[in-house]
């Protein structure tokens, strides 16, 4: 899919996916809308919970894409081209243990910089369109709530970023990843990103609702579930909310 985002900065906002939903309501959308808050003051995180990010330091932007291309089987496509564009992103920028983590983050080694917050309208046995909102720890220094293992660009490699530059590098790679997708051949997307999948193919501990469990991820599913082999047995599926990485 060729895509032009067309960026919209505002000072503030409690959330930018709130603001685009809201924006989508009143009909004032259109397919690459972008809507970066420079103080989001009360993000939204998965579960419902906070998204922290000090005013002025960070990336908090949502963008609007039109999604009729991927059938609802086939979901958690959308998030695989975003989590891949993102980790080439955060390559690029020289980050070293970059990871996706399954099954809305990006990590550096064992720390959460980015996380991710999708809102999808179907239409018929097709997605429509898709808000995706995105967090990235950019210049923050310090966090202060109890966000599980934050980290920032700048804790890492010292540098002061500029927001707007790092905007445009990151939207140029969710754009070159969305034109190169071919949906007959998304194998290859599959491929990219369980190499780049935090876990694949290790043998780690997890936790389900029977308890903890020694296991290897195998695959992550078109509905985004995740697949593992267990040591003792055979292998399952989980669902989002239903595994925990210990
Ligand atoms: C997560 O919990 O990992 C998902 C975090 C998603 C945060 C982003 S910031 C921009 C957009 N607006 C929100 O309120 N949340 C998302």
Same mark, same amino acid.
């Given at each position: 899919?060729?895509?032009?985002?067309?960026?919209? &900065?505002?000072?503030?906002? *409690?959330?930018?996916?709130?603001?685009?939903?809201?924006? @989508?309501?009143?009909?004032?959308?259109?397919?690459?809308?972008?809507? %970066?808050?420079?103080?989001?003051?009360?993000?939204?995180? $998965? #579960?419902?919970?906070?998204?922290?990010?000090?005013? =002025?330091?960070?990336?908090?932007?949502?963008?609007?894409?039109?999604? #009729?291309?991927?059938?609802?089987?086939? &979901?958690?496509?959308?998030? @695989?081209?975003?989590?891949?564009?993102?980790?080439?992103? +955060?390559?690029? *920028?020289?980050?070293? $243990?970059?990871?996706?983590?399954?099954?809305?983050?990006?990590?550096?080694?064992?720390?959460? /910089?980015?996380?991710?917050?999708? #809102?999808?309208?179907?239409?018929?046995?097709?997605?429509?369109?898709?808000?995706?909102?995105?967090?990235?720890?950019?210049?923050?220094?310090?966090?202060?709530? !109890?966000?599980?293992?934050?980290?920032?660009? @700048?804790?890492?490699?010292?540098?002061?970023?500029?927001?707007?530059?790092? +905007? !445009?590098?990151?939207?140029?790679?969710?754009?070159?990843? +969305?034109? $190169?997708?071919?949906?007959?051949? %998304? @194998?290859?997307?599959?491929?990219?990103?369980?190499?780049?999948?935090?876990?694949?193919?290790?043998? %780690? $501990?997890?936790?389900?609702?029977?308890?903890?469990?020694? =296991?290897? /991820?195998?695959?992550?599913?078109?509905?985004?579930?995740?697949? /593992?082999?267990?040591?003792?047995?055979?292998? *399952?599926?989980?669902?989002?909310?239903?595994?925990?990485?210990?």
């Amino acid at each position: 899919m060729k895509i032009k985002f067309n960026t919209i &900065v505002i000072q503030e906002a *409690s959330s930018t996916n709130l603001f685009m939903q809201e924006w @989508k309501k009143a009909g004032k959308l259109k397919n690459g809308d972008v809507l %970066r808050a420079v103080n989001q003051n009360n993000g939204i995180g $998965q #579960h419902g919970n906070f998204w922290e990010s000090e005013a =002025g330091k960070n990336l908090t932007f949502s963008l609007f894409l039109e999604t #009729h291309f991927i059938p609802a089987s086939d &979901v958690f496509l959308l998030n @695989k081209i975003i989590s891949v564009a993102l980790y080439d992103y +955060l390559k690029s *920028s020289g980050l070293p $243990q970059v990871t996706i983590k399954w099954p809305n983050d990006l990590f550096v080694g064992d720390k959460k /910089i980015a996380g991710m917050l999708t #809102h999808n309208s179907f239409l018929g046995d097709k997605l429509e369109n898709s808000i995706i909102g995105i967090g990235m720890n950019i210049n923050q220094m310090e966090f202060i709530t !109890d966000a599980p293992n934050p980290i920032s660009m @700048k804790q890492i490699t010292g540098i002061d970023y500029d927001l707007e530059k790092e +905007l !445009d590098s990151i939207l140029n790679y969710i754009e070159k990843e +969305l034109e $190169q997708f071919n949906y007959y051949n %998304r @194998k290859q997307l599959n491929a990219k990103y369980l190499r780049f999948l935090y876990g694949f193919g290790e043998s %780690r $501990q997890f936790k389900d609702s029977e308890g903890s469990f020694i =296991g290897v /991820i195998k695959s992550v599913d078109s509905f985004g579930r995740l697949l /593992i082999k267990k040591e003792k047995g055979l292998q *399952s599926v989980y669902d989002i909310k239903e595994i925990q990485f210990l």
